[in-house]
């Protein structure tokens, strides 16, 4: 089936502005802004074959991000399970709608407070929230010397529900202020900015160390006693641990279904020397080189932005722990404890491909008989994950970054199966964009579902950076980019030296074939039809030499390069691995173009 083009894209640059305009080009398609049930805006259109609507974009893309969906006086919280929770001292507004996890409604206090009533002296609690989700426009700012006095303020005020004191500032907080907002969670690690926001409630609603100091002596001499017991029970019970902790320690691990180990938080803080050796990072967490009790060195990944609980976490883990191949990084274990989840892999000492590709040390420089040997063994990986597993599993994001190698360079595809796992069907589209823009498929902008043959395309544009040993697209001192696969196709066309594509570092030591090959084989890849690109099944045929390739058409996103004599702008940043590329995704501004040539 062809991708349905049925938005045009333009993009104006001039001295005053940037930006990009999209418009559909079919009046008879339907489309759609709809306000889902979640919060989120979103817009759909209508596929008449197959009678269904389909998400074309949404925002916000996070499920805490959507304004007061958690309702008043409630924390939202992406890893916890559920992620609506009320703040101490705070109930339900509706016990009913929470159990069906409507969470608008919000909380209210356990205990109405009275302040009038001098009995009933009122306390706070403490909550951290992003300076950003407060409403900063209905802020009743009093001067105060210290935290102190604006807390005694707070007190003093029957209306005050809460405060706060930032940068020597107090603001006094009312129920209208915090009624429409729901706060978020930020870990103490996050780089998000935030401050204590401190809640009042009523102090019976708030445990307390209990204080017999002053009690009867016969209560007193009871309770010495009932403390020595508790003491001697206490003491059996800490043997008992060490005891039973030696046994794990000598154990090591508790295995589970499949193989996989379940790993105990603290043992892999133990193992990563509290998370101190940072391997890389991207849309899915970070990455931390670990040594286990066993002295084999490890991978562990710190997942983020977990939405699901531990039951169904364990499940998924589960399913990615079945999948095993040569050419697929083997994942040992997980742990799953509270908010902490974390997946632990084989650790691959050569690293990731972009090191060596995009590197300046020339130790890692890979020769093209090993970089033929990468591009075998990945396209191996993704006809086991497309075609051999249970279920078609997408990887959404193949790119260097996510290519390792062993002691042998024999490459390893990691972060299979993680699409699912951190929840991407909040938000699709936006959510699957964290990455590099620059390997994402046309039809990520066309509003259809994305199958295997996305994959397809991103591998094809791997392969060109392969043969470059550069990212495709480079950026000039003036912001204008050669974008290397109109390079290729025009060498294809004209039948031109193969070999003065190759990466100059290899000094043209290639065999010709194999870099013809590899190069038409991309050109397939990247055909901005779907039907039009090959399966990695014949991809892997064609490697192997198994079957002939010919000579590919030039897709209409490279041939508007060819043709097009002004230079093109790309957008460059950072990569999720803090690693430079270009994250300009060359669909867009290809529509673009071709949306204005074709008027």
């Not at 060490?242 to 508790?254: A, D, S, W």
């Not at 509290?274 to 849309?283: M, R, Y």
Request: proline share 4%.
């Amino acid at each position: 089936m062809a991708v349905p083009y049925i938005y045009n894209f333009s993009y104006i640059d001039n001295a005053n502005e940037s930006y990009f305009t999209y418009w559909s080009t079919n009046h008879s398609v339907i489309s759609g802004m709809f306000l889902d049930v979640s919060g989120q805006m979103q817009q759909q259109t209508w596929k008449e074959s197959s009678e269904q609507w389909y998400l074309f974009f949404s925002t916000p893309k996070l499920i805490c991000d959507v304004y007061a969906r958690c309702g008043a006086f409630s924390i939202c919280n992406q890893q916890t399970s559920p992620f609506c929770n009320c703040l101490t001292g705070f109930e339900p507004t509706s016990q009913s709608d929470w159990n069906l996890s409507e969470f608008s409604g919000g909380c209210v206090r356990k205990t109405k407070l009275n302040c009038r009533v001098k009995e009933e002296k009122p306390e706070f609690i403490v909550s951290f929230v992003p300076v950003k989700y407060l409403p900063a426009s209905h802020e009743n700012e009093i001067p105060s010397l210290d935290e102190s006095a604006c807390r005694r303020s707070c007190l003093d005020d029957c209306s005050c529900d809460g405060y706060s004191f930032f940068l020597e500032r107090c603001r006094l907080w009312n129920n209208e202020n915090l009624n429409n907002i729901s706060f978020v969670f930020v870990s103490d690690d996050s780089t998000v900015r935030k401050f204590e926001l401190n809640i009042k409630v009523a102090s019976k609603d708030i445990q307390h160390p209990i204080n017999d100091i002053h009690k009867k002596n016969d209560k007193v001499n009871l309770a010495t006693v009932v403390g020595s017991i508790a003491g001697v029970v206490f003491l059996f019970g800490l043997i008992f641990l060490i005891i039973c902790r030696k046994k794990c320690i000598r154990v090591g691990k508790t295995r589970m279904e499949g193989s996989l180990i379940a790993f105990v938080y603290r043992d892999l803080q133990i193992a990563t020397k509290n998370f101190s050796d940072k391997l890389g990072g991207g849309g899915f967490g970070s990455v931390f080189k670990g040594v286990l009790r066993d002295s084999s060195i490890v991978a562990v990944k710190k997942l983020e932005s977990l939405s699901q609980g531990e039951k169904q976490f364990r499940s998924e883990v589960s399913t990615i722990g079945t999948i095993q191949h040569v050419n697929l990084v083997r994942l040992r274990g997980f742990c799953a404890q509270g908010s902490s989840k974390l997946l632990v892999y084989d650790y691959m000492p050569n690293g990731s491909l972009d090191s060596h590709l995009f590197g300046e040390k020339e130790d890692n420089l890979l020769n093209w008989k090993t970089r033929y040997e990468i591009a075998l063994g990945i396209a191996r990986g993704l006809v086991y994950l497309h075609e051999k597993c249970r279920d078609c599993i997408i990887h959404c994001d193949i790119k260097p970054e996510n290519i390792l190698l062993d002691a042998d360079f024999c490459p390893k595809l990691a972060d299979f199966g993680l699409a699912k796992l951190v929840g991407r069907e909040f938000s699709r589209v936006l959510t699957t964009f964290r990455g590099t823009k620059g390997y994402l498929a046309p039809e990520w902008l066309s509003g259809v579902p994305v199958t295997a043959k996305a994959d397809v395309f991103s591998y094809g544009m791997m392969l060109f950076e392969l043969v470059y040993g550069k990212r495709n697209a480079e950026q000039s001192d003036d912001s204008t980019s050669k974008f290397f696969p109109s390079l290729v196709a025009n060498v294809l066309m004209v039948g031109g030296d193969i070999l003065s594509l190759l990466d100059s570092r290899l000094n043209r030591e290639a065999s010709v074939e194999e870099v013809t090959k590899i190069c038409k084989v991309a050109c397939w890849c990247i055909q901005d039809e779907e039907d039009s690109r090959p399966s990695m099944s014949l991809v892997e045929q064609i490697l192997e030499g198994v079957s002939d390739v010919n000579m590919p058409p030039v897709p209409r996103t490279v041939k508007l390069f060819l043709d097009n004599m002004e230079p093109i702008v790309f957008f460059t940043e950072s990569s999720s691995n803090e690693s430079p590329q270009v994250l300009g995704n060359s669909s867009a501004v290809i529509l673009s173009k071709s949306a204005s040539s074709s008027s």
